[in-house]
């Protein structure tokens, strides 16, 4: 996807993305609600690589200077005749609390309805990650569910799994034209 936002534009990865990547996929405070431990320098650089061919991620830079503060993840999810898609994000944390990532998700969730066609965009997230149903939130999204223990993306020192809850959200086609 292509796109402009006031502040951002949206594009597809490149492979000199890796530094900018590991800029902030390499802290554990970011990946912390991932189901991926911090990345290696060698392993953005690996994950840029693949991303460039990747339509799904689509990568945030900033109009004024060029610099890649996030990106956002966008797929088809379930039977294509659901016309679902899922979205997620990560930002670089030295440029958050500006607005950043709630305008590449808004363009990003309205590419899905107007270029994509979909009936619904849905999210999930983990209840303890409030920065990010607080962004679910400002962009019109409805929390559906509560899902208990419904992942685990750990097992503890016995070999059990961690596992936690997830908050699901979602936003129907008529209502985003109507919020918009
Ligand atoms: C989730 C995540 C993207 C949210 O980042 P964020 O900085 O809170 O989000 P934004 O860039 O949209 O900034 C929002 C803040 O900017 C403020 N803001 C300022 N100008 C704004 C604007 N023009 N538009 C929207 N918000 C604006 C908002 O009020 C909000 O401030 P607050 O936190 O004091 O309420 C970030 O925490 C992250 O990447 N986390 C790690 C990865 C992760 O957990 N991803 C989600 C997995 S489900």
Redesign the pocket.
């Known amino acids: 996807m292509h796109a402009t936002t ?2 951002l534009v949206l594009r597809p990865f490149t492979a000199a993305d890796g530094a900018a990547l590991h800029a ?1 996929l390499g802290l554990a ?6 189901p991926y431990g911090p990345v290696t320098r060698d392993g953005a650089e690996r994950e840029a690589a693949r991303r460039a061919g990747d339509p799904r991620f689509v990568a945030a830079v900033r109009r004024e200077d060029d610099v890649l503060v ?1 990106h956002v993840y966008c797929a088809p999810e379930g039977p294509p005749a659901w016309r679902t898609w899922a979205v ?6 030295r ?11 808004r363009a990003v969730v309205d590419h899905c309805f107007r270029a994509e066609g979909a009936h619904r965009v849905v ?4 209840p303890r ?1 409030e ?5 679910l939130e ?1 962009l019109g999204m409805r929390r559906e569910g509560h899902e208990r223990r419904c992942a685990s993306f750990e097992d503890d020192a016995d070999g059990r799994p961690v596992w936690h809850d997830a908050y699901r959200y979602a936003v129907l086609a008529q209502e985003w034209v109507t919020a918009g």
């Not at 405070?29 to 991932?34: D, G, L, Q, S």
């Not at 999210?123 to 983990?126: Q, S």
Request: with cysteine; glycine share 16%; charged share 25%.
């Open positions: 006031p502040r902030y405070e970011v990946v912390r609600f991932e996030g997620g994000y990560v930002f670089d944390p440029y958050g609390g500006v607005g950043y990532a709630t305008e590449a998700a999210a999930g997230c983990d990650n920065r990010s149903w607080r962004l400002r």
